[in-house]
């Protein structure tokens, strides 16, 4: 069964301070997809990245970055210099042939930014 | 296109009532979802539509629950005879894909709450 795990239900951080969002995740797909959404108070899921199990390579989209790594099946996001607007609940999430391609949510995270 | 949009943003209705919402996805996207979202958790999956055909259903999704995409376009989701635990967002999603996933883009949701 596929299941993602987001074990920080809620981070609070100063502004400018980097802040790193872990998620693990488990499956028995060996092609499968990994994403991450932002769902700010407005209450719409904003879709952040996608990325598949063969491409480990990290990526980095202005202040986030995200480090997959197959090994210990997580896929962290970063931000860097932190703003107050991104204060938000961010979800992982896992598709794969295992949930019929269906999207496994995490619990989210939520984010707080103090200035 | 200003992507997906769900109408109404927000419905308060008497246990007991019936309470239609709309979806009008992505005009491309051939693929529509259904999700629920309850406070402090991730998205869960009700239904999804590939074009006009309903190819999945929840197993956890009550008989209350209907959902439609008549044409392949704008969907509807009913839920009759509302109980307070249907008190939720309803999410709605689009994406355009065929056998793999793609990334779904997301409405605001319609909050409802059941009185």
């Known amino acids: 069964a596929q299941k993602v795990t987001q074990a920080q239900t809620e981070i609070s951080v100063v502004e400018k301070e980097d802040v790193t969002l872990d998620c693990v995740y488990e499956t028995r797909d060996t092609t499968y997809y990994l994403f991450w959404y932002k769902q700010p108070p407005s209450g719409e899921l904003v879709f952040l990245i996608r990325?598949?199990?063969?491409d480990e390579q990290n990526e980095i989209s202005g202040r986030y970055s995200w480090n997959f790594q197959k090994s210990t099946s997580s896929f962290n996001f970063t931000i860097t210099a932190s703003q107050v607007v991104d204060s938000a609940v961010y979800f992982c999430a896992l598709s794969g042939e295992d949930s019929n391609y269906q999207l496994i949510w995490g619990a989210g995270t939520k984010l707080i930014i103090k200035p | 296109d200003t992507g997906v949009s769900q109408d109404p943003r927000h419905k308060i209705t008497k246990r007991g009532q019936n309470v239609t919402f709309r979806c009008d996805p992505i005009?491309?996207?051939?693929?529509l979802y259904w999700y629920r979202q309850t406070l402090g958790q991730g998205p869960e999956f009700l239904t999804y539509?590939?074009?006009?055909?309903?190819?999945?259903k929840s197993r956890l999704l009550s008989d209350r629950f209907s959902a439609e995409r008549p044409k392949g376009s704008f969907s509807t989701l009913e839920i009759q005879r509302t109980e307070q635990g249907d008190s939720a967002m309803y999410l709605c999603?689009?994406?355009?894909?065929?056998?793999?996933?793609?990334?779904?883009?997301f409405g605001q949701g319609t909050r409802l709450t059941v009185v």
């Open positions: 999603a689009s994406s355009l894909g065929t056998l793999t996933y793609t990334e779904a883009f």
């Open positions: 005009s491309e996207h051939n693929r």
């Open positions: 990325r598949n199990s063969f």
């Open positions: 539509f590939q074009n006009e055909a309903q190819l999945e």
